[in-house]
């Protein structure tokens, strides 16, 4: 499979546990992105990757969370001291900066903090 | 604050009718505007885009409208059938170099037999 893929898939937590979520995109775009995305609302930009480089951020990407691209390939999004509000589906997406503004996403990782 | 209002919230449409999705935006820095289709359980995909200097695009049983003096567009799927029912979202990206796209709430769209 070429898509982008994420892993895990599901993630259940204790309130107040860190969690860490892989994005792998597909294997040529240098531009990844995350998304959240709540039941029954569209998803939410989070933040953005060109290559390493960090560009852009939400408001909504707090203290408690970081994602990093290091070698500008796969992506990590890490969660500190997760609480119940941040229940969501974390979605990964990725694109060709030089093909236009299609992002291709990923299946998601569904994050459920008890 | 919501930038993209989309409605209906949901839709039940006759197989071979016509589906409709409606969306308006505020910011007028926007400058692509795609619709994404999304299953239960997979992340959504890109179904059809449409640049503010073109009225209407089509892609097969697919067609945008966009009138940008109201700042509305919407999608019609034309001969619904079955399979394409599934949560429709409307979105909208700027210009200048910004990559975050702002969707809309979603339409879940059923299309009975």
């Known amino acids: 499979d070429t898509g982008v893929s994420q892993d895990p898939r599901h993630k259940i937590t204790k309130r107040g546990q860190n969690v860490t979520f892989r994005c792998d995109p597909i294997?040529?775009?240098?531009?990844l992105y995350w998304y959240r995305q709540t039941l029954g609302q569209g998803p939410e930009f989070l933040t953005y990757?060109?290559?390493?480089?960090?560009?852009?951020k939400s408001r909504l990407l707090s203290d408690r969370f970081s994602a990093e691209r290091p070698k500008g390939s796969f992506s990590t999004l890490e969660i500190q001291r997760t609480e119940q509000g941040d229940s969501a589906m974390y979605l990964c997406?990725?694109?060709?900066?030089?093909?236009?503004?299609?992002?291709?996403f990923g299946p998601g990782t569904r994050l459920t903090v008890l | 604050q919501q930038q993209v209002k989309q409605s209906p919230q949901s839709l039940i449409v006759q197989k071979g009718g016509i589906s409709i999705i409606n969306c308006a935006y505020e910011?007028?820095?926007?400058?692509?505007f795609p619709w994404y289709q999304q299953f239960p359980g997979k992340g959504p995909a890109l179904l059809i885009a449409i640049r503010p200097d073109v009225s209407e695009k089509k892609e097969g049983r697919f067609t945008i409208s966009f009138n940008k003096s109201a700042k509305q567009f919407s999608l019609h799927i034309m001969d619904s059938q079955p399979g394409d029912s599934a949560t429709y979202f409307c979105?909208?990206?700027?210009?200048?170099?910004?990559?975050?796209?702002?969707f809309g709430t979603g339409t879940k769209l059923q299309v009975i037999p």
């Open positions: 979105a909208a990206k700027g210009s200048g170099g910004y990559q975050k796209v702002t």
């Open positions: 294997s040529e775009h240098n531009r």
């Open positions: 997406a990725s694109s060709l900066a030089t093909s236009g503004n299609e992002q291709f």
């Open positions: 910011n007028t820095a926007f400058d692509y």
């Open positions: 990757f060109q290559n390493e480089a960090q560009l852009e």
